[in-house]
């Protein structure tokens, strides 16, 4: 081998560390904290159940513990669109005065990672009409964006709708 290879040769060498070097230094770097495990579609179709269980209480206020702060709701039975916990807050309490029994009657899940999840599909509920006890039921289309913060599934966003043909 000549000087002038062996020069170009340890060059290539260590450019090549080099890069190495920082490629593993880059990939420790932005890796960060270990992304959070990724829960099942059943434990995120569970979440309405304790959604459910919530209205069972009657109180709205157990009902909005369940929404973020930052939460939006576009409700089933009113054409006002809930931005803030006072709005959902206010809702529940006219919604809960008919003391609604829901249940699932199609449900899809989209769990997107750890801290993510989408629940869509069709629920109904079966409402009780306040002053003479006559009950109806209303099915409607449902979505529910779910994340996960500081440990705790929250509802992000929440759209409910009639189905158009009932």
Not at 77 to 84: A, E, G, L
Not at 123 to 132: G, I, Q, R
């Amino acid at each position: 081998m000549t000087r002038r290879s062996i020069t170009k040769r340890a060059a290539i060498v260590a450019a090549t560390a080099l890069v190495t070097a920082g490629t593993v230094t880059a990939g420790v770097s932005l890796a960060g904290p270990e992304p959070a495990k990724k829960p099942s579609e059943k434990q995120i179709a569970a979440l309405f159940d304790h959604w459910n269980a919530a209205l069972r209480t009657g109180d709205a206020d157990t009902v909005a513990d369940l929404y973020a702060k930052d939460a939006v709701l576009l409700p089933t039975v009113s054409n006002k669109v809930r931005t803030d916990r006072a709005g959902i807050v206010d809702y529940f309490e006219h919604f809960l005065r008919n003391k609604p029994a829901g249940k699932k009657v199609k449900t899809v899940v989209d769990v997107l990672d750890g801290n993510s999840a989408i629940d869509t599909g069709v629920y109904e509920f079966t409402l009780t009409d306040p002053k003479s006890g006559a009950q109806r039921v209303v099915e409607a289309r449902y979505t529910y964006a779910y994340e996960k913060r500081n440990g705790v599934w929250k509802i992000v966003n929440h759209h409910s709708s009639a189905m158009p043909e009932g």
